[in-house]
């Protein structure tokens, strides 16, 4: 970027420093998005674990996995749409542009985890006693993770020149990072050998489910963004 291109950026990102400095009384709360992916993450991690699979039946633990997945995706949608991300256009930076495409491909990684899920709960129903019935992350749902989440580094990386400086942390970036990959693992563990009819590690796909959970619950819980005491948001750093 070139010095006239940056010194606009460097006065707008001054005046709203100023502007925030005027304002005493900002307070940080949990960002909106951030309730869901919680409560989401909580399901999956309560799936994940056996002893709850043995008391909730294998029926139950999908119907636990499905409402994780229907969490998750709400807080996706908000998280795309409603918290002031816009769509990348022409003059969109290289940071907003990762944070978007980021954003979009999670919501979509989520809404594969809603088939998927749906087709455990339905397989559970129908045969609820079969062996290795039960949901496992699905290879696209958890590819798709995983590559929102290398765009989230992106994003990260010049998070100073994003619409929001609170919308991507390296601490939520990270954790993030670490649950897509044990969510990638799981999904590889809970190949079904065709010679065996087994599962390749049914004791990774119940490790990756629920670190990959706790990994989310915890980026969502630590994720805050800063407003003033009425409920509205700080004049950004920048808006496109």
């Given amino acids: ?5 940056a010194a606009p950026q460097d006065g707008l990102r001054d005046k709203a420093d100023r502007v925030r400095a ?3 009384d900002r307070v940080t709360r949990l960002r909106r998005e951030a309730w869901g992916f919680a409560v ?4 999956f991690l309560a799936g994940s674990l056996p002893s709850y699979a043995d008391w909730a039946g294998a029926v139950w633990t999908n119907v636990t996995f499905f409402v994780g997945s229907i969490f998750f995706t ?6 795309l749409i ?3 991300r816009r769509p990348p256009r022409g003059d969109t930076g290289r940071a907003d542009r990762a944070d978007w495409w980021s954003a979009a491909i999670q919501f979509a990684g989520t809404l594969l985890f809603n088939v998927s899920t749906v087709g455990a709960l339905l397989a559970a129903i129908a045969r609820p006693d079969a062996v290795g019935v039960g949901w496992r992350p699905d290879a696209w749902g958890s590819l798709a993770f995983l590559v929102s989440s290398a765009l989230a580094v992106a994003a990260t990386r010049d998070r100073g020149l994003l ?5 991507r942390t390296w601490h939520g970036t990270g954790l993030n990072m670490i649950g897509s990959i044990a969510f990638g693992v799981s999904a590889v563990a809970a190949y079904v050998v ?3 009819g087994d599962l390749v590690s049914e004791q990774w796909t119940n490790l990756g489910t629920a670190i990959g959970a706790v990994c989310f619950f915890t980026a969502a819980v630590l994720s805050r963004r800063t407003i003033d005491d009425s409920g509205t948001a700080p004049v ?5």
């Fill in 1 to 5: 970027m070139s010095d006239d291109a």
């Fill in 22 to 24: 005027q304002r005493p």
């Fill in 40 to 43: 989401g993450s909580l399901c």
């Fill in 74 to 79: 709400l807080a996706a949608l908000i998280q």
């Fill in 82 to 84: 409603l918290s002031g």
């Fill in 163 to 167: 619409w929001d400086r609170d919308a």
């Fill in 194 to 196: 065709p010679s065996t």
């Fill in 236 to 240: 950004p750093a920048r808006r496109r």
